[in-house]
């Protein structure tokens, strides 16, 4: 596959039947969702997500990024959002894969050393989700109220696992049985 055909032709299908067009672009669910990139998570299906039910983040690691920040504030100040649901997962990458080594091989094939890119992977899995749930609930730019759950997504048996609830704003969250 050394072309974007696959897309173009998918598309092609998909317009022909298309009828979501009017779609009012705040998530109707007001939530939501910061998963990995890992292709085994499909949030249609393992969490009934369609179009026009939420905002999907996604990226290595679930992790709330800057950048996670930076969405999740249009999200909830812009566009209704009163939910967010950190999602990690079981087998992560991020979790597989020593810094060095990645910097190492981003030096092998490229010759420059990504030595001021964070890569924020994870090292201990509950740990860190625990990390990311509090960096949101403890946003100054998020709104007070805001429900934050984090959960771990078990991509052996497709399961969501409730790790972590709390408000952001209230005292630390209360973990979930
Ligand atoms: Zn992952």
Partial sequence: MDTFEDLIEANDRHAAT???????????RQLAVLTCMDCRIDEHEAFGIAAGDAHVLRNAGARTSDDAIRSLIKSTHQLGVNRIAVIHHTD????????????????????????????????????????????LRTSPYLPPGTLVGGFVYDVRTGRLDPRVIGRVGDARGQAQA
């Avoid at 597989?96 to 910097?103: E, V």
């Fill in 18 to 28: 298309f009828d979501a067009g009017a779609l009012p672009a705040p998530p109707r």
């Fill in 92 to 135: 992560c990458g991020a979790a597989k894969i020593q810094r060095d080594d990645l910097r190492a091989k981003v030096r092998a094939t490229t010759g420059h050393d990504p030595v001021e890119v964070d890569f924020q992977l994870i090292g201990d899995p509950d740990q860190t989700l625990l990390d990311d749930v509090e960096r």
